[in-house]
């Protein structure tokens, strides 16, 4: 699933493209791709008709945008394959268009594609959470590394507060958002530290290194224009990022480690997969591993 760098890339196209635009009507063509908009396709198009979208904003991997008057927005669940594009009006539509979105202005449409349609979009109230209006469905997620009231010490706090391993921890979305497996096995590495690590014997020193090592490798994701390693995670114009090409231990089972050549390993977890190196990022001493 997309996470913190790929989302950030779809809202800087949103921004850009379609932020300061009224739309003026909103086509339905696969009810499951607002599934979430419990009212139904009539009061979804209904709801934004008319309305002006004021703001993209994004939240770990959440993403929205802020229409007029600031009390509703237009969340986005990308999903396994969702997409946001921006298309000239009369453009073909695509195989998995689900929703199309068109503005007074008669320039390029809104167009989102969801092959698996595991994503969907849905209109949600707004509300203020600790200065910051947020969706109802994000107002449980924390801040991101890359938001500017992240606080990095309480981060740190809350991360060696939790009684698990230290991957699970990263990828808890309330404690710290963004983070996906990608990035938490990328900043695991840098780290040095392994993914089964217990949290409640993470030392203050090595939470700050792991959670600077995601803030830094998401930065440089972001730059690259995030991971895509297949047709279905493109920015707005439909292009693919390229940092696949930069990750270090992701995806690269049996490949040797660019920090001591050791053949970087595969285990599950969590119906998902860990890579990591042996020999760089040592197991837990405990009877955990």
Not at 23 to 29: D, F, W
Not at 110 to 123: I, P
Not at 256 to 261: A, I, L, S, T, V
Not at 266 to 272: L, Q
Request: proline content about 7%; hydrophobic content about 40%.
């Amino acid at each position: 699933m997309p996470e913190l760098p790929e989302v950030e890339v779809v809202r800087l196209g949103l921004d850009r493209h379609v932020v300061g635009r009224t739309m003026a009507a909103v086509e339905v063509l696969h009810p499951r791709a607002i599934r979430r908009h419990e009212p139904g396709p009539l009061d979804f198009a209904g709801r934004l008709a008319g309305r002006g979208l004021v703001a993209a904003v994004r939240r770990g991997k959440y993403l929205w945008l802020e229409l007029d008057g600031r009390t509703e927005a237009l969340l986005t669940h990308l999903g396994m394959s969702g997409q946001m594009l921006v298309q000239p009006v009369g453009t073909p539509d695509e195989k998995h268009l689900r929703v199309r979105i068109s503005f007074a202005d008669g320039g390029p449409e809104l167009r989102f594609v969801d092959q698996r349609t595991f994503g969907g979009l849905a209109v949600t109230e707004l509300a203020e959470v600790d200065g910051t209006l947020l969706p109802d469905p994000v107002a449980h997620i924390g801040r991101d590394p890359m938001d500017p009231a992240f606080d990095p010490e309480r981060a740190v706090a809350a991360l060696r507060a939790k009684r698990t391993e230290l991957k699970r921890a990263l990828l808890d979305q309330t404690l710290v958002s963004g983070i996906g497996n990608i990035y938490a096995d990328e900043a695991l590495w840098r780290s040095r530290l392994h993914w089964a690590r217990p949290t409640a014997g993470l030392t203050r020193p090595a939470a700050r290194l792991v959670l600077a090592a995601a803030t830094e490798v998401m930065a440089e994701a972001l730059g690259a224009g995030g991971t895509s390693f297949d047709s279905l995670y493109v920015n707005v114009n439909g292009q693919s990022g390229y940092f696949d090409r930069s990750l270090a231990v992701y995806g690269k089972t049996g490949q040797p480690c660019p920090r001591c050549g050791t053949l970087i390993a595969r285990e599950p977890f969590m119906n998902r997969s860990s890579y990591f190196c042996r020999v760089c990022q040592r197991p837990p001493v405990s009877g955990q591993r």
